[in-house]
């Protein structure tokens, strides 16, 4: 069935420090590719998406690259903020489009 | 005015209760899903409904009845409460069912329930 394996956490940083964080997915076909982002004592939100190979997601700074020879949909950001500490979720919909299917998410803490 | 809503936010509760989680939308979405969160972050699909018609229906315990008066509302009802249902249950919504590959899902703040 389809999966998606995040790196592990917590990945601890200092601020204004490169950040990526791995993701790579099985799935039937090529699915649209999330990440979502959880503060703390919040629900999830989108954070970028891409629906199609080579579609570059972007928002906040952030960035993911739908590469489908690899499977993967890293995140990365260049300089990393100490608000941009959070839970990331890497996650697919399946291939109905009636669920998503989210990894295990990487816990992101950023000091001043 | 929030997106998707869920009471209570917290809850604390012996084994063997009952107890039911409420969520309601005011996107004017069609679709609605509960998820759940365990302790390692891992969040994972219990049920789907369109339109208050059940649509996924994950491997969950048949103590775990969802109810959906409206669409816009999609409650979560629990039997004999049990230690392992203890996580945090997500509530979410998105437009029409299907469609999760070009439209948003929208998620409440989450439920944490605690089962002493």
């Known amino acids: 069935g389809d999966s998606v394996t995040q790196m592990e956490g917590p990945v601890t940083l200092s601020e204004e420090a490169f950040l990526t964080i791995n993701c790579t997915y099985t799935?039937?076909?090529?699915?649209?590719l999330f990440w979502y982002v959880q503060y703390p004592g919040e629900g999830l939100q989108l954070l970028l998406k891409?629906?199609?190979?080579?579609d570059k997601g972007s928002n906040k700074g952030f960035e993911a690259t739908y590469r489908k020879e690899t499977t993967s949909f890293h995140l990365e950001k260049g300089s990393v903020q100490v608000s941009d500490s959070a839970v990331y979720f890497c996650?697919?919909?399946?291939?109905?489009?009636?669920?998503?299917?989210f990894g295990k998410g990487t816990t992101l803490s950023v000091s001043s | 005015d929030t997106a998707v809503s869920q009471t209570p936010k917290y809850l604390v509760t012996q084994m063997g209760n009952d107890k039911s989680i409420k969520c309601e939308q005011n996107?004017?979405?069609?679709?609605m899903y509960w998820y759940k969160q365990d302790s390692k972050k891992f969040l994972k699909i219990m049920f789907s409904?369109?339109?208050?018609?059940?649509?996924i229906n994950e491997t969950v315990p048949n103590r775990f009845s969802p109810k959906s008066p409206d669409k816009a509302h999609l409650n979560l009802h629990i039997n004999s409460l049990e230690l392992g249902d203890s996580a945090v249950y997500f509530c979410?919504?998105?437009?029409?069912?299907?469609?999760?590959?070009?439209?948003?899902?929208?998620f409440g703040q989450g439920t944490r329930l605690t089962v002493v």
């Open positions: 979410a919504s998105s437009q029409d069912v299907g469609r999760l590959s070009n439209t948003e899902a929208f």
């Open positions: 799935a039937t076909g090529y699915p649209s």
């Open positions: 891409a629906t199609k190979a080579d």
């Open positions: 996650a697919l919909a399946n291939q109905a489009g009636t669920a998503l299917i």
């Open positions: 996107l004017g979405h069609d679709t």
């Open positions: 409904y369109n339109n208050k018609e059940l649509i």
